[in-house]
């Protein structure tokens, strides 16, 4: 039996000492990384580590949100580029910090976007969807809490975007190809889980359809762009029907939420 062991762990060693310790690297800290941002750097977690002690803070709504913005911040971005520079002694740009391909990055950018919006017209009528966004409740009605937050949701997704369709994407396509696109779809898409379904089933679509954006263009830029673009269309729209308490999808409905703008 223990000669058997020490074979098996011989053949598992040898094997290990033949991966490239890149892609290893990649797996390993997208994984770490990920569970440091949903157990500390989460909002979660400020709830019961830092709420208590702040909760009749009158903004303590928004600093949960800032804490969850600039958290992700340091554990999707900043250490992604640490390990880039520093153990695989390459550029960021290799890894979608540049512009690349960008008439091939702007034209698809507006035809998605193009796509979406009026889709989110008639999501945002949904109530799980009224009830959900935006994610801070007080940005329904106070305006420079909505504008700050949504620079949050800006940075947070510059973050987001290189974990997966920068870091993760490049990084792993020298090995696995294209076939690297469907790799990050898959954690994309978990990381739903808990939103609305039509949201976690349409992540299926944006993660891939984003991947192949980031791949085409050779950059993170307009992934970054279509995926704000997205979250903001969806925060404006709820934001306005709410404060019209309008929820219908015709014409006469979108001249009324504007009409309340003025």
């Given at each position: 039996?223990?000669?058997?062991?020490?074979?098996?762990?011989?053949?598992?060693?040898?094997?290990?000492?033949?991966?490239?310790?890149?892609?290893?690297?990649?797996?390993?800290?997208?994984?770490?990384?990920?569970?440091?941002?949903?157990?500390?750097?989460?909002?979660?977690?400020?709830?019961?580590?830092?709420?208590?002690?702040?909760?009749?803070?009158?903004?303590?709504?928004?600093?949960?949100?800032?804490?969850?913005?600039?958290?992700?911040?340091?554990?999707?971005?900043?250490?992604?580029?640490?390990?880039?520079?520093?153990?695989?002694?390459?550029?960021?740009?290799?890894?979608?910090?540049?512009?690349g391909d960008y008439k091939t990055g702007i034209f698809y950018t507006i035809i998605f976007l193009g796509f979406m919006i009026p889709i989110l017209w008639f999501v945002s009528a949904a109530p799980e969807f009224a009830a959900k966004y935006p994610?801070?409740?007080?940005?329904?009605?106070?305006?420079?809490?909505?504008?700050?937050?949504?620079?949050?949701?800006?940075?947070?997704?510059?973050?987001?975007?290189?974990?997966?369709?920068?870091?993760?994407?490049?990084?792993?396509?020298?090995?696995?190809?294209?076939?690297?696109?469907?790799?990050?779809?898959?954690?994309?898409?978990?990381?739903?889980?808990?939103?609305?379904?039509?949201?976690?089933?349409?992540?299926?679509?944006?993660?891939?359809?984003?991947?192949?954006?980031?791949?085409?263009?050779?950059?993170?830029?307009?992934?970054?762009?279509?995926?704000?673009?997205?979250?903001?269309?969806?925060?404006?729209?709820?934001?306005?029907?709410?404060?019209?308490?309008?929820?219908?999808?015709?014409?006469?409905?979108?001249?009324?939420?504007?009409?309340?703008l003025f």
């Amino acid at each position: 039996m223990f000669n058997k062991l020490k074979k098996d762990f011989g053949i598992l060693f040898s094997a290990v000492k033949l991966t490239d310790k890149n892609i290893v690297l990649i797996f390993i800290s997208v994984a770490v990384l990920q569970t440091l941002s949903w157990y500390y750097t989460s909002r979660r977690f400020f709830k019961i580590n830092i709420y208590p002690e702040y909760f009749d803070n009158p903004n303590i709504d928004l600093y949960e949100f800032i804490y969850w913005f600039a958290g992700d911040t340091v554990t999707l971005l900043i250490i992604p580029v640490l390990i880039i520079i520093y153990y695989f002694k390459k550029n960021v740009r290799d890894f979608g910090f540049k512009k690349g391909d960008y008439k091939t990055g702007i034209f698809y950018t507006i035809i998605f976007l193009g796509f979406m919006i009026p889709i989110l017209w008639f999501v945002s009528a949904a109530p799980e969807f009224a009830a959900k966004y935006p994610h801070l409740d007080s940005a329904r009605t106070d305006l420079s809490k909505f504008f700050i937050y949504e620079i949050g949701i800006f940075l947070y997704l510059v973050s987001w975007e290189f974990m997966w369709r920068g870091y993760m994407l490049f990084g792993l396509e020298e090995k696995f190809g294209n076939y690297s696109v469907l790799i990050q779809m898959i954690p994309f898409v978990i990381l739903h889980n808990g939103k609305p379904a039509l949201e976690t089933f349409g992540a299926i679509f944006g993660g891939i359809a984003l991947g192949i954006l980031a791949l085409r263009t050779r950059s993170v830029y307009y992934c970054i762009i279509v995926h704000f673009g997205v979250m903001f269309s969806i925060d404006i729209f709820s934001r306005l029907r709410y404060n019209a308490e309008d929820y219908g999808v015709g014409f006469d409905s979108l001249l009324n939420i504007i009409a309340r703008l003025f």
